[in-house]
């Protein structure tokens, strides 16, 4: 019996091994850049937002709902603008924290 589950744990770990390889289908560059990407993401009614390029061998469209705009210039922040102040109290906090090294670090709220 030993035997028997030996055997059947060796078929099973040597499977394992030769296992189906994986593969792509397509090309792993969007073709025509830019305007392609713009096509791909306009076809899934969404906004381009980045083209990634990873090294030589792959390119990427980065695409993101659409955000609505608001009816008049002040009624809303638009997303840039939070960023921005989101960007500003970390800056502050890394300021206060690399002024004394030994200072216990102050929470960071938003």
């Not at 800056?91 to 670090?105: F, G, I, K, N, R």
Request: aromatic share 4%; hydrophobic share 40%; proline share 8%.
């Amino acid at each position: 019996m030993r035997r028997l589950v030996n055997t059947a744990a060796l078929i099973l770990l040597s499977s394992g091994l030769y296992g189906c390889p994986t593969t792509f289908a397509g090309s792993a560059h969007v073709a025509n850049g830019r305007v392609g990407c713009e096509q791909k993401c306009k076809k899934s009614k969404l906004r381009m937002s980045a083209l990634v390029f990873l090294g030589e061998y792959s390119s990427a469209c980065v695409c993101e709902v659409p955000v609505a705009e608001p009816k008049s210039p002040g009624s809303a922040a638009s997303p840039d603008s939070a960023s921005i102040g989101s960007v500003g109290a970390v800056v502050a906090h890394m300021e206060q924290s690399t002024s004394d090294p030994d200072a216990p670090l102050p929470p960071l709220t938003w």
